[in-house]
């Protein structure tokens, strides 16, 4: 099972109680715990000290943990709640709960309107989007021209701002989203509705040893 390790392992810092976590998110108690085996393996990849860092997150999202990407980066800040430079174990799972395909709708929405307002004003900006959608392109290794990302950008506020403010606020966010599902289809990870043992391939072979952990 590659680098999944039958070995007990000591609770990390941040570990919080599977029962607590399963209760304030989508995830059962047996998810939660399924999760736990899933951060460590992360936690442990290059720092070893049982907290996620970014290079760490990067490399267990997309193989590489020095090409920086400003999505990583975003969703590494999402779920480092603490803003303390790394995610620990009950960061890990609130935040990829929103994930979860039975997690409500509204805050799928809400999470992606932040993974945008990339300067933290409570507004999406037309820069901002133009960012976050290069940043996308790349790392889905699209060559769009810059006369096609324009257009996307442009399409989107002609749809999306409505008073013509020239940015997006949370409702017109919301509204935009509940008109085009596809803006959310990456808010939502098929194998988290019933994670176990058998993790995405991204786990499997991951940098630490089980003499490691």
């Known amino acids: 099972m590659g680098c999944v390790s039958s070995k007990q392992f000591k609770r990390g810092p941040g570990y919080e109680d599977p029962n607590i976590l399963a209760k304030e998110t989508t995830f059962s108690v047996k998810e939660v715990e399924a999760l736990y085996e899933l951060y460590k393996k992360i936690s442990y990849s290059i ?13 267990a999202l997309f193989r590489n943990s020095n090409n ?13 709640l603490k803003c303390n430079g790394v995610i620990e174990f009950g960061e890990f799972v609130r935040s990829l709960s929103v994930f979860h395909p039975d ?3 509204a805050e799928k929405i809400t999470f992606a309107f932040r993974l945008y307002d990339l300067r933290g004003t409570g507004f999406i900006e037309r820069e901002e989007l133009k ?9 889905s290794e699209l060559l769009l ?3 096609a990302v324009e257009q996307i950008v442009d399409q989107t506020f002609k749809q999306a701002d409505l008073n013509d403010d020239g940015k997006i606020d949370p409702e017109e966010w919301k509204a935009l989203a509940s008109k085009n599902p596809a803006l959310l289809k ?3 990870l098929p ?11 991204f786990v499997l072979n991951c940098g630490a040893s089980d003499e490691e952990l």
């Open 191 to 201: 194998y988290l509705k019933d994670i176990t043992m058998a993790f995405p391939s």
């Open 68 to 80: 920086k990407n400003l999505f990583a980066d975003r969703i590494f800040d999402l779920f480092d």
């Open 131 to 139: 960012e976050m959608v290069l940043a996308i392109l790349n790392e």
């Open 103 to 105: 997690t409500p709708m």
């Open 47 to 59: 720092f070893k000290d049982g907290l996620i860092h970014k290079e760490e997150f990067q490399f």
């Open 186 to 188: 990456n808010m939502s």
């Open 145 to 147: 021209s810059d006369e």
